[in-house]
C-alpha cells in the first residue's frame, strides 16, 4: 500500500483528541473505497476503538441515501475525506447530522450556511456532505459505535453532473490544504458530539438556526408537497409551513429542494 503524499498532522491531532477520546486512533490511508464503509467493517468485526480515519483518495466514497460521493477518485488534497467512528450512548440520536453540520461549519468560515439535514452551503452552493451510520443495537446505558463521514471539497473541481453546483474551501480560505482543514475541523468535532450525547441537539438549536439555508425559503419536499421552511425543532426535526399547516419533516423521510420565487425547484443535493 503507497504511503500518504501530504503532511498530515497525525501525532498533534491524536494529542489534542485523546482527553476526550482515550485511546484514539488516527489514521491516514493514501487510497481506501471509503473512510465510512471501513470503519463500519472494523465495527462489525467487533473493532469498537475511536478512531479517526482520514482518506487522500477514496474510490467509492457514500453520500446520503446511497449516492456516491463525486470526489471520490481525486488527486490527493482536492477534498478531505475522512471519518471518525466512537461509541456514543446519547439520550436521543435526533439531530445528530445537525451538531455535526453546525461543528464543521462553525470551525471553518463565519460564512458558512447549512442546509438541513446534511450539507454545508456557501453562495448557493454545496461545500460539504455528512454521513452518520451506526453499527448495533446499542441502548440509553450501553453505547452505539457511530461512524460520522464527512467530505469537504478543498480544491476547484468541475460542475458537471452535480444537481447543485460545488463549491471548495479554498475560495473561502486561500491557500488552505486537506490537512488544514482537518486540523481546524477535528477538535471542534469531537467536542460538539460530546457535547450531544450528554445534551442532545436543543442546545445548538440556535446556533444552527443562525446559519440555516432554508428558514423562509419555499422548499419542496420529494414527496410533492410544499412550504415554507421554519427552522427546526428541538430535536433537529424540518418545520415546513404547508396549506396543511405545520408539518415537522425526519430526514429519512423526505428531500428538501429550495424552489424559486418562479417555481421550478432549484437543483439541490440531500
Known amino acids: 500500500m503507497s504511503a500518504p503524499v501530504l503532511p498530515w498532522p497525525v501525532e498533534a491531532l491524536r494529542a489534542q483528541l485523546a482527553p476526550l477520546l482515550p485511546g484514539v486512533r488516527v489514521q491516514v490511508a493514501a487510497e481506501i473505497d471509503s473512510t465510512n464503509s471501513e470503519l463500519m467493517r472494523r465495527a462489525r468485526a467487533g473493532d469498537d476503538a475511536p478512531t479517526l480515519l482520514v482518506a487522500e483518495t477514496q474510490t467509492a466514497g457514500r453520500g446520503r441515501l446511497g449516492r456516491d460521493w463525486h470526489r471520490s477518485g481525486a488527486q490527493p488534497g482536492g477534498a478531505l475525506a475522512f471519518s471518525l467512528g466512537l461509541p456514543l450512548a446519547p439520550r436521543d440520536w435526533s439531530g445528530l447530522s445537525l451538531a455535526v453540520g453546525v461543528a464543521v461549519a462553525e470551525s471553518l468560515h463565519d460564512e458558512i450556511g447549512l442546509k438541513w439535514p446534511n450539507d454545508l452551503w456557501w453562495r448557493g452552493r454545496k461545500l460539504a456532505g455528512i454521513l452518520v451510520e451506526t453499527a448495533g443495537a446499542g441502548t440509553t446505558d450501553v453505547p452505539r459505535y457511530v461512524v460520522i463521514g464527512i467530505g469537504i471539497n478543498i480544491a476547484p473541481m468541475a460542475g458537471e453532473g452535480f444537481s447543485t453546483p460545488p463549491c471548495w474551501l479554498d475560495e473561502l480560505l486561500p491557500g488552505i490544504d486537506a490537512p488544514g482543514a482537518l486540523s481546524r475541523v477535528a477538535l471542534p468535532l469531537v467536542r460538539t ?28 419536499l420529494s414527496d410533492g408537497d410544499e412550504g415554507v421552511g421554519r427552522g427546526v425543532g428541538p430535536g433537529g426535526e424540518l418545520q415546513v409551513q404547508t396549506d396543511g399547516g405545520l408539518r415537522s419533516v425526519h430526514s429519512a423521510e423526505v428531500s428538501v429542494r429550495p424552489v424559486p420565487a418562479g417555481g421550478a425547484p432549484q437543483g439541490a443535493s440531500s
Open 193 to 220: 458530539v460530546r457535547a450531544f450525547e450528554q445534551q442532545g441537539f436543543a442546545p445548538l438549536a440556535a446556533r444552527f438556526a443562525a446559519r440555516d439555508v432554508l428558514a423562509g425559503q419555499v422548499v419542496r
